[in-house]
């Protein structure tokens, strides 16, 4: 009876194995990345004679990037590099992204894809986050994913990634795992903020009798706003608070500029003022 129990428990150990060629995200519901909230990384089962380690790297075209802009979107390469031991016939891996700190625990990065034909994504039930990982056994070493940043104000994004060497044998005897970690924090640019004070300031009335409103701005982005008039002269110089309002009625009709400077006293947008008196 005990040796038709162990041949029962080797097939299924067997079956184990061989299922996470799919990934174990998919094939297992698990992650394994060695990020916040997951009890187990590839190393505990792919620990043997391969030795190799994992390189993450964030690409913008032909750029390796330190820092992400909000919304833009890039490439992420996981490599699995072969640093000791035999050479492994395959490799496999799996990456998930959390907007949060290195070694803290966040909400996970939704826009993962595959960019590379042996990478898929796939979604755990029980933590409900998003992995990208192999698509079977691979004979490359390089794994491609894209990723769209998040928005404006997520703050740092920390990239988890474990990647295996294999000998093709069908089970985890002499392969070998590794794991590494990659933050990037926001990159705040003034075109960042640029864009997206183009997209939510307006002023109004406009055209309007002088006494202009401000609305769809953030005061932790913009600190302060000059007026010019059609000759560059400054005709009011004005710090931004929680009402801001531009007071024109002093001064004759005609075209005005507005100039929306951030903390740093950067010019962010310039905004075109039509003051027109009401005639009866």
């Given at each position: 009876m005990n040796h038709i129990y162990s041949i029962f428990s080797a097939i299924v150990l067997l079956v184990l194995l061989m299922s996470n060629k799919g990934g174990r995200a998919f094939q297992e519901n698990e992650g394994s990345t060695g990020a916040p909230g997951e009890p187990v990384y590839c190393k505990n089962c792919h620990n043997a004679n391969i030795v190799v380690a994992v390189d993450i790297f964030v690409i913008d075209g032909k750029d390796t990037v330190k820092t992400y802009i909000p919304e833009k979107n890039y490439n992420v390469h996981v490599v699995i590099?072969?640093?000791?031991?035999?050479?492994?016939?395959?490799?496999?891996?799996?990456?998930?992204?959390?907007?949060?700190?290195?070694?803290?625990?966040?909400?996970?990065?939704?826009?993962?894809?595959?960019g590379s034909q042996n990478v898929k994504t796939a979604t755990t039930t029980s933590t409900k986050r998003l992995y990208a990982e192999h698509n079977g056994n691979?004979?490359?070493?390089?794994?491609?994913?894209n990723w769209q940043a998040p928005a404006l104000g997520s703050g740092p994004v920390t990239f988890y990634a474990a990647g295996m060497g294999n000998n093709a044998n069908n089970d985890?005897?002499?392969?070998?795992?590794?794991?590494?970690?990659?933050?990037?924090?926001?990159?705040?640019?003034?075109?960042t903020i640029h864009d997206k004070a183009k997209t939510d300031l307006?002023?109004?009335?406009?055209?309007?009798?002088g006494l202009f409103y401000c609305s769809g701005?953030?005061?932790?982005?913009?600190?302060?706003?000059?007026?010019?008039d059609l000759m560059g002269k400054p005709?009011?110089?004005?710090?931004?608070?929680?009402?801001?309002?531009?007071?024109?009625t002093e001064q004759q009709d005609g075209i005005y500029f507005v100039q929306w400077k951030d903390l740093n006293g950067n010019v962010l947008r310039t905004s075109k003022l039509i003051k027109r008196t009401d005639r009866p």
């Open positions: 590099r072969p640093t000791g031991g035999p050479a492994p016939k395959g490799y496999g891996f799996q990456l998930v992204g959390l907007i949060a700190p290195n070694k803290q625990s966040g909400p996970d990065i939704k826009t993962l894809t595959a691979s004979s490359t070493s390089t794994f491609i994913v985890s005897s002499g392969d070998g795992a590794a794991k590494n970690s990659l933050q990037l924090n926001e990159k705040v640019t003034t075109a307006q002023v109004f009335p406009n055209p309007g009798p701005f953030d005061s932790d982005k913009i600190k302060s706003l000059s007026v010019f005709v009011c110089n004005r710090e931004f608070n929680q009402t801001p309002c531009i007071d024109l």
